[in-house]
């Protein structure tokens, strides 16, 4: 069995934003030489996300007005987490909703992945470093 | 280390539905001859959920009354991915909170599953075919 | 391939809690002797979770007020899974919102997580003896 990993690093420029992250995966598959096995992809940071969905700016503008009604941000006192000097707390509520991570099969050395699935890092509490952790096992 | 690869196709004759997939997937893990290892069962679509819970009909009924509470359908106008001729926004919401897919353990032979625990295919934008991807990894 | 499995049990005294798992799926990674390769964390349980998040009070009295809000407990009777004798209803909510499972990175033998992440156990209908399951696939 083998193994390989490689860490994406992203420095979101807002506090939100979606960013298509299937070419650097892929590119990580070529490096890794595996051509049947799992990848795993997950943030590494506990205010953002993994997914995957279509990449569709209006539907990208449709999750973020729904997860800020499932999970309003204002008004921070409203959240307990928020006393401990962060405003982030419903960051780490629109994360569960969205995920941490995705688990993708690796086929013939592809991506084993629909015509529409495509791999998401779902920023939350941007304005800084923040990586996701790409693992691929197999053979 | 083994691989093995499998396509369920399915084509609801309605909006949503849960169909268990648990027999299934299964049978793909007796063809497989994988005995240790893990398996990956997930939606290729992307208005399109595996998930594991209770085969109980009136938690499924609960399950949809609570996702149309939570990312209506209607008014489509609502969500700007429905201006692409779209009508399906929701069900791109839907499918978020009950997930993409499900990683299932693998153990002398068997999908290693609490007693109450079946695996689901959850259908919300159906009227034609879709898959689900079944992929076991280990010896 | 080497594959390792162990169940860990809880027996929460409320209906609901988080706990945090981190350290008893160390241990068990050390007894697994696995140094590279995946290891799948799940609620063998259909009313709790396994998620990744920080362990922050605050923050975790607010996912309590806040899954409240999105899937409530009371009254029982808005859900048709409670005609079947059970209250537990919103659990099966709950846990959906949380997810059943984590798949962690295994790199040099240690759990490759940021330095955030932790895991947690979530239960949402306790008052009994239910199960976790860990299983690693690697070398």
């Given amino acids: 069995m083998k193994s390989f990993r490689k860490e994406l690093w992203?420095?979101?420029?807002?506090?939100?934003a979606f960013i298509n992250i299937t070419s650097p995966v892929e590119q990580a598959l070529v490096?890794?030489?595996i051509r049947e096995g799992l990848a795993l992809v997950n943030a590494m940071h506990i205010t953002a996300s993994v997914?995957?969905?279509?990449?569709?700016?209006g539907l990208h503008r449709d999750y973020q007005r729904w997860?800020?009604?499932?999970?309003?941000?204002?008004?921070t006192s409203q959240y307990q987490h928020n006393r401990t000097g962060e405003d982030n707390a419903d960051a780490h509520m629109k994360r569960q909703i969205m995920g941490r991570e995705v688990v993708v099969a690796i086929t013939r050395g592809?991506?084993?992945?629909?015509?529409?699935e495509q791999i998401f890092y779902?920023?939350?509490?941007?304005?800084?470093?923040?990586?996701v952790l790409v693992k691929v096992i197999g053979e």
């Fill in 110 to 116: 592809k991506l084993d992945i629909g015509p529409w």
């Fill in 31 to 33: 490096e890794s030489k």
């Fill in 67 to 75: 997860l800020e009604k499932l999970a309003p941000h204002a008004p």
């Fill in 122 to 131: 779902g920023e939350f509490d941007g304005y800084r470093n923040k990586r």
């Fill in 10 to 16: 992203f420095n979101v420029p807002g506090r939100r």
């Fill in 51 to 57: 997914f995957i969905n279509d990449d569709e700016p």
